[in-house]
C-alpha cells in the first residue's frame, strides 16, 4: 500500500519537476544592445569639445521665440552616457527576472544618444542644432513611408504580400509630375498619383489573386517593370520636354492658427503640405476602421482564414481585389511626395524612390502590422534621413558615405534586432482556391 502511495506520489511530482525545466532562456539582447550604445556615448565624451547650440524654434517667423541653448558637449555626451548605462543594469534586471524591456527605454536611449552624436558634432563649430527644423524635415521624410507602410499594412491584412510598393511609389511620382505639369495644376498630379499607384496594384491582384502567383515573385517583376517604364519615358519624353517635368508644380506648406504656434511640436505638426495632412486623416481613418468596421472585420478574416470566411458568405477573391488596389492607391499617394508633394518641388529622376518601398515594409513588420505601429517605425526612419542631412551642416569632415548610409543601417539594425515575436496574418501568401 505505502509502495503505491509513493509511486501516485511520484507520479504526480513528475510534471511540476518538468515544467520547472522548461523555463525560458534569458533574452541578453536589448541589454547587449545598450551596452554597446554606452560605449559609443563614452567616446563621444572623451572625443566631444567645446560648445554646442542647440535652437527649439523653427524659423523667426515662429510666434513664440525659445533662445537658442548653449551647453558644453562634454556634458550632453555625460548626461547620455549615465542614462544609458541606468537604462542598461535595468534591462540585466529584466532579463534575468525574463520580462519584456519594453520599447520606452530604447526610445529614451535613441533620443539622448542623437542628442550626445549632434552635440559632438556640433561642438566647436559655427552651425546650431535647429531640433524643431530636424523633427519638422523628419515627419515630412517619413510620409511616402508612412504611405507605403499602410500600403503594406492593408494589402497583407488580406493575404496579399505587395512587395510592389517601390514600383507604386516611383510610378506615383512619376504621373504625379507629369500630369502637374501637362495640366499645370498640383492638385491634378495629386489626384493622378494614387491612380497610377493602383494601376500596378491591378497588376498584383491579377495574377496574385486571379492566378495564385507567388506574391514575392510578382512584386519583384512589377517593380522592375515599373522602373523601366518610367526609366524609358523619362529619358524619351521628359528629357526632350522639360516642360512635363517642371518642379515648379508642388504643394506648399499650410500653417494651422493656433495649432502651429505651440512651442517646439506646433511647428512641426501643423505647419506642412496638404499631403501630410492628408496623411493624418487616412492613418486615423484607417486605424478606426480596421478593427472597428465590417469592413476592418472581413479584410483581417480574409488575411486569417479565407476558406472560414468564405463559409459565412464573404466574397474572398472580391475583398482581395479591392484592398490590393486601395493598397496600391495609398503607395501611389506617398510617391506624390517625392515631386509634387513636399513644399520643394522636384523634377523626376531615374529610380527616385530609391528603396523606399523596401524601408516601408521594413516600417510595416517593424510595426507588427498595426498602423500605430507602422507609424512609429516610419518616423524613426525619416528622423534618421533627417539626421542625416543634418549632420555634414554640422561636421565639413563628416564622411558623407557613411553618414547617408544612417537610414539604411537604421532600417537592418531595427529589423534584425527590435521586431521581437510577431507574427503576420496567417494566410499571408498563400493561394485561395474556392471549393
Known amino acids: 500500500m505505502s509502495e503505491n502511495v509513493t509511486t501516485n506520489t511520484q507520479a504526480h511530482e513528475a510534471p511540476t519537476q518538468t515544467q520547472s525545466e522548461v523555463i525560458a532562456p534569458i533574452k541578453w539582447k536589448m541589454p547587449i544592445t545598450y551596452a554597446l550604445v554606452a560605449l559609443l556615448n563614452l567616446y563621444f565624451l572623451i572625443s566631444a569639445s567645446g560648445i554646442a547650440k542647440f535652437s527649439f524654434t523653427r524659423s523667426k517667423a515662429d510666434r513664440i521665440q525659445i533662445p537658442i541653448w548653449e551647453v558644453s558637449a562634454k556634458a550632453v555626451a555625460a548626461i547620455a552616457l549615465v542614462v544609458v548605462l541606468l537604462v542598461c543594469v535595468w534591462a540585466v534586471m529584466r532579463a534575468v527576472k525574463r520580462r519584456p524591456v519594453g520599447v520606452v527605454p530604447a526610445v529614451l536611449v535613441a533620443l539622448v544618444t542623437v542628442f550626445a552624436m549632434f552635440a559632438w558634432f556640433g561642438g566647436g563649430s559655427k552651425g546650431t542644432v535647429t531640433v524643431t527644423a530636424v523633427l519638422a524635415s523628419a515627419l515630412a521624410l517619413s510620409t511616402p513611408l508612412i504611405f507605403g507602410s499602410l500600403s503594406g499594412v492593408v494589402s497583407e491584412h488580406v493575404g496579399i504580400v505587395n512587395i510592389a510598393i517601390e514600383g507604386q511609389l516611383l510610378i506615383g511620382a512619376f504621373a504625379g509630375v507629369l500630369v502637374a505639369s501637362i495640366v499645370k495644376s498640383v492638385w491634378a ?247
Open 189 to 435: 498630379g495629386i489626384i493622378v498619383a494614387p491612380l497610377a499607384g493602383a494601376l500596378i496594384g491591378a497588376l498584383l491582384a491579377f495574377f496574385c489573386v486571379n492566378y495564385n502567383v507567388d506574391n514575392i515573385i510578382v512584386g519583384v517583376v512589377l517593380n522592375v517593370f515599373a522602373l523601366g517604364l518610367t526609366t524609358f519615358f523619362f529619358s524619351s519624353t521628359m528629357t526632350e520636354n522639360p516642360q512635363l517635368n517642371d518642379s515648379k508644380y508642388h504643394l506648399s506648406n499650410i500653417k494651422i492658427p493656433l495649432l502651429s504656434d505651440i512651442p517646439i511640436i506646433g511647428p512641426v505638426l501643423f505647419n506642412q503640405t496638404a499631403l501630410t495632412y492628408i496623411m493624418y486623416v487616412v492613418l486615423v481613418v484607417l486605424t478606426i476602421y480596421l478593427y472597428r468596421s465590417r469592413w476592418g472585420l472581413r479584410m483581417r478574416a480574409c488575411g486569417e482564414h479565407p476558406h472560414a470566411a468564405d463559409t459565412v458568405g464573404i466574397d474572398v477573391r472580391k475583398t482581395r481585389w479591392h484592398n490590393v488596389l486601395l493598397s496600391g492607391a495609398l503607395a501611389g499617394l506617398g510617391g506624390a511626395y517625392f515631386t509634387i508633394g513636399a513644399s520643394v518641388g522636384h523634377s523626376f529622376n531615374e529610380n527616385m524612390s530609391a528603396g523606399n518601398g523596401y524601408i516601408a515594409l521594413a516600417a510595416m513588420i517593424l510595426g507588427k502590422w498595426h498602423p500605430l505601429g507602422a507609424l512609429g517605425a516610419s518616423l524613426m526612419f525619416g528622423f534618421a534621413k533627417a539626421v542625416a542631412i543634418l549632420v555634414p551642416s554640422l561636421s565639413a569632415s563628416a564622411p558623407s558615405q557613411i553618414i547617408n548610409m544612417i537610414p539604411y543601417i537604421v532600417t537592418i539594425l531595427a529589423v534584425a534586432g527590435f521586431v521581437g515575436i510577431s507574427r503576420p496574418p496567417a494566410s499571408e501568401n498563400i493561394p485561395y482556391t474556392k471549393g
